[in-house]
């Protein structure tokens, strides 16, 4: 009795184990969002196109030239006359 529940709990184990893989393995079948451009950025013209290659270094220069404009922009000063 007690081994047809060890068996029973194990099959549950991976009957649970089977739904969440499929969950994930559906989940990177789903499509990228587009990344956000900052303010003042020239929006790419078409979807990222060639190899991954490509896009990585794509992905790498937008994310440079946001940094580069947000560490352009003025920091606020705190008050000092507290």
Do not use: H
Not at 1 to 25: E, S, T
Not at 48 to 63: L, M, Y
């Amino acid at each position: 009795m007690r081994a047809m529940f060890g068996l029973v709990g194990l099959v549950v184990a991976l009957a649970v184990v089977g739904v969440l893989v499929k969950k994930q393995m559906s989940a990177t079948r789903t499509a990228v969002p587009a990344l956000q451009t900052a303010p003042g950025a020239a929006a790419p013209a078409s979807a990222p196109t060639g190899s991954v290659r490509d896009q990585s270094q794509q992905v790498q220069q937008q994310v440079k030239q946001q940094m580069d404009a947000l560490m352009q922009q003025a920091r606020p000063m705190p008050d000092e006359g507290k």
